[in-house]
């Protein structure tokens, strides 16, 4: 199995700041990678889809990049609606596998 | 607009046996290939199993956590996708979600509001 490992599992920031996830994949997985949000009792959203193309809908201020095996999302100037946990997620081979998410929270 | 509605959670016990559904509505349910992914309590997303679309046979994955004991299927004439989960066990407690499969390039482009199964004695 794949394993993703995204850093760090926590961080602590401000309105306006700029957001960086890592996404480590255990082995190579060209771009088909994926970035989830999910807000506390709510079902995840897509936000990023082959590691870099934005979801219909969603702000630009999200972006991804990265191929092969590190990946990151990045926020730019972070809103008080983006405070959230962050997962990644590889569709490359069977078991599909998440990271074990990255909680955003407000300093 | 697109919906994904399930049911069918509740208590089971273990070694017990519990069928989900999940109705769409919205889109072409036939066109896609469907997804279960599961959320213990406070922990993290584990992907349940795929269902592939009819031009693909309606062929299934699942993990090996849930391989010989869950099985996913469809009815393409009702929208709907099932998830019959038999020999539970208590680590299979978890909030479930049915979710949709972008059609290109892959990613879970559309999820339900999730039911829970908890499984205890």
């Known amino acids: 199995d794949i394993q993703l490992t995204q850093s760090p599992s926590f961080l602590s920031a401000s309105v306006g700041d700029r957001v960086t996830i890592t996404c480590r994949a255990s082995?190579?997985?060209?771009?088909?990678l994926a970035w989830y949000q999910q807000k506390p009792g709510k079902a995840p959203k897509v936000l990023i889809y082959?590691?870099?193309t934005l979801q219909s809908g969603v702000p630009s201020r999200f972006s991804g990049s990265g191929s092969g095996t590190e990946f990151t999302l990045t926020i730019n100037s972070l809103q008080p609606e983006d405070f959230a946990t962050y997962f990644c997620?590889?569709?490359?081979?069977?078991?599909?596998?998440f990271g074990g998410g990255t909680k955003v929270e407000i300093k | 607009e697109v919906q994904l509605v399930e049911s069918g959670g509740g208590l089971a016990q273990p070694g017990g046996s519990l069928r989900l559904s999940c109705v769409v509505s919205?889109?072409?349910?036939?066109?896609?290939?469907m997804d279960w992914v599961r959320q213990a309590p406070g922990k993290g997303l584990e992907w349940v199993g795929r269902?592939?679309?009819?031009?693909?046979?309606?062929?299934?994955e699942y993990p090996a956590s849930v391989k010989g004991r869950f099985t996913i299927s469809r009815d393409d004439s009702k929208n709907s996708l099932y998830l019959q989960m038999n020999s539970l066990k208590t680590e299979d407690t978890a909030v479930y979600y049915c979710?949709?499969?972008?059609?290109?390039?892959?990613?879970?482009?559309?999820w339900g509001q999730g039911t829970m199964v908890t499984v205890s004695s």
């Open positions: 269902s592939r679309n009819k031009a693909n046979s309606y062929t299934t």
């Open positions: 997620q590889q569709l490359n081979s069977y078991p599909v596998t």
């Open positions: 919205g889109f072409t349910f036939s066109d896609h290939y």
């Open positions: 082959a590691a870099s």
């Open positions: 979710a949709r499969d972008r059609v290109g390039a892959p990613a879970f482009d559309m």
């Open positions: 082995q190579g997985i060209s771009t088909y």
